[in-house]
C-alpha cells in the first residue's frame, strides 16, 4: 500500500516570495507522483505529474517538483508566487502497474495562502 | 470539452436517511472514480470502474454504501442509512483510456453531504 505525507498543513507567503510545498510518500513498489491544485469553489486540477524519465517537472504556471527516490520526496516549488496561487495543494501517488489505471492515494493537502 | 458533472452539489440529510449523488464523466472516459473526501484529509477512494465493470472497491463501506454504473456511462453513488461519519464531500473523477498508462483523471465539482 501507499501513503502520503504532506508536513506542513498551512503555508502563509507573501506575494513574489518563493514557495516550497513539502511531500513524502511511502511505498514498497514503483510510483507515479502527482501534484492537483484545489482553487477556493473549484474541483481538483491536476498541476503536474511524474511519470518517468526526467525527475524535474514542471507546470506551466512556473511551478515545479523533482522527484528524489532515495528521499522519497516530490515537492512543489515556485520561485515567485503570485495572489493567484492561493489555493489548497494535494500531493497523489499511484503504483506503477503495466497497464491500466490506477487510484490514487492522496496526502492530507497544504493550504497556500498569498499575502499582498 | 465538458468536464465531470456532479449534481446534487450540496446536500443535508438526518442521520439514518437516504441519499444518492449522481455523476456524468467526461464524454468516452472509460473509467471512473468515486472518493470520499472528510475535512481536513485528503479525497480517499471509494470505487473505481471500468466501463460498466467494477475494478476496485476495497474501501467502500459495503453495509451502507453502493454504487452502480449503468451503461458504461453515468454513475450513482448511494447511502443507506446515512451515519454522521458520512458527512464530506464526494468526489467523482474520470480518465480516459482504460488500457493507457495513468491517464490524467479529471474531478468533477463534488457534492457536499452534511448529516445531521
Known amino acids: 500500500a501507499q501513503s502520503v505525507t504532506q508536513l506542513d498543513s498551512q503555508v502563509p507567503v507573501f506575494e513574489e516570495a518563493p514557495v516550497e510545498l513539502r511531500c513524502n510518500y511511502s511505498?514498497?513498489?514503483?510510483?507515479?507522483l502527482f501534484w492537483y491544485v484545489q482553487y477556493p469553489n473549484q474541483g481538483l486540477q491536476l498541476l503536474l505529474k511524474?511519470?518517468?524519465?526526467?525527475?524535474l517537472v514542471e507546470s506551466i504556471n512556473g511551478f515545479e517538483a523533482e522527484f528524489n527516490k532515495s528521499q522519497t520526496s516530490f515537492h512543489l516549488r515556485k520561485p515567485s508566487v503570485h495572489i493567484s496561487d492561493t489555493a489548497e495543494y494535494f500531493c497523489?501517488?499511484?503504483?506503477?502497474?503495466?497497464?491500466?489505471?490506477?487510484?490514487?492515494?492522496f496526502g492530507k493537502g497544504t493550504r497556500l495562502s498569498v499575502i499582498a | 470539452e465538458a468536464g465531470v458533472a456532479q449534481s446534487p452539489r450540496y446536500k443535508i440529510i438526518e442521520k439514518r436517511q437516504s441519499v444518492a449523488f449522481w455523476c456524468n464523466p467526461i464524454?468516452?472516459?472509460?473509467?471512473l472514480y468515486w472518493y470520499q473526501q472528510i475535512l481536513g484529509q485528503g479525497p480517499k477512494l471509494l470505487i473505481q470502474?471500468?466501463?460498466?465493470?467494477?475494478?476496485?472497491d476495497s474501501q467502500l463501506p459495503k453495509d451502507r454504501f453502493s454504487a452502480e454504473r449503468l451503461k458504461g456511462v453515468d454513475s450513482t453513488l448511494k447511502i443507506q442509512p446515512a451515519k454522521l461519519e458520512d458527512s464530506a464531500v464526494y468526489l467523482c473523477?474520470?480518465?480516459?483510456?482504460?488500457?493507457?498508462?495513468?491517464?490524467?483523471?479529471?474531478f468533477g465539482p463534488g457534492t457536499r453531504l452534511t448529516v445531521l
Open positions: 473523477a474520470s480518465s480516459l483510456d482504460e488500457m493507457a498508462l495513468m491517464d490524467t483523471q479529471y
Open positions: 511505498s514498497s513498489v514503483s510510483v507515479y
Open positions: 511524474y511519470l518517468s524519465g526526467s525527475t
Open positions: 497523489a501517488v499511484s503504483a506503477v502497474r503495466n497497464s491500466g489505471n490506477t487510484p490514487l492515494v
Open positions: 464524454s468516452g472516459h472509460a473509467t
Open positions: 470502474f471500468q466501463n460498466n465493470g467494477v475494478v476496485d
